[in-house]
T-cell receptor, first 109, second 115 residues
């Protein structure tokens, strides 16, 4: 079966750095997405990785290793507004999105 | 504002009621989706419409009935629901080319409670 694993919840301190991991087992791979979802709001696109390596976008970076079936989202200089759920999703060989259950990130002052 | 609008934002209904969820996208995309989001579970894809044609139906019970009158509007008709259908229902759109879908743009969801 297809599976995406990510931690259920993480806590970090304002101003610090946090890394949210995502591991996947899917039938084929055509890219990995990270979305952010604030409570009561729509998920919004953060990043897309299809090749190995690090993609940096401001305070957020996303890393992919296809050989290890592994990705992480790195958030630097954490702000209170970064408190949200972070969803990892992989596009399989049929271009279907397989979703993780999301990681709830709690930022403390 | 994501360009995808869902109404109503909240809905409470009894098991014998009939109601509908509405979604409208202003992005010119050619694909629209219904997802179910339950607490601590992955997003569940329910239906996909590509150029108004339903292309996927992921074994969804018949008490959920989708309708896509044009590429900008999507409905989910609800009938004789069960309490376990209580969830957040998310609509999304994307530009889908040659079977490959781009990033999804989500609406803010309709929070459904079935009594």
């Amino acid at each position: 079966g297809q599976n995406i694993d990510q931690p259920t919840e993480m806590t970090a301190t304002e101003g610090a750095i946090v890394q949210i991991n995502c591991t996947y087992q899917t039938s084929g791979f055509n890219g990995l997405f990270w979305y952010q979802q604030h409570a009561g709001e729509a998920p919004t696109f953060l990043s897309y990785n299809v090749l190995d390596g690090l993609e940096e976008k401001g305070r957020f970076s996303s890393f992919l290793s296809r050989s290890k079936g592994y990705s992480y989202l790195l958030l630097k200089e954490l702000q209170m507004k970064d408190s949200a759920s972070y969803l990892c999703a992989v596009k399989d060989s049929n271009y279907q999105l397989i979703w993780g259950a999301g990681t709830k990130l709690i930022i403390k002052p | 504002e994501t360009g995808v609008t869902q109404t109503p934002r909240h809905l409470v209904m009894g098991m014998t009621n009939k109601k509908s969820l509405k979604c409208e996208q202003h992005l010119g995309h050619n694909a629209m989706y219904w997802y179910k989001q339950s607490a601590k579970k992955p997003l569940e894809l329910m239906f996909v419409y590509n150029f108004k044609e339903q292309t996927e139906n992921n074994s969804v019970p018949s008490r959920f009935s989708p309708e896509c009158p044009n590429s900008s509007h999507l409905f989910l008709h609800l009938h004789t629901l069960q309490p376990e259908d209580s969830a957040l229902y998310l609509c999304a759109s994307s530009q889908r080319d040659r079977g490959e879908s781009g990033e999804l743009f989500f609406g803010e969801g309709s929070r459904l409670t079935v009594l």
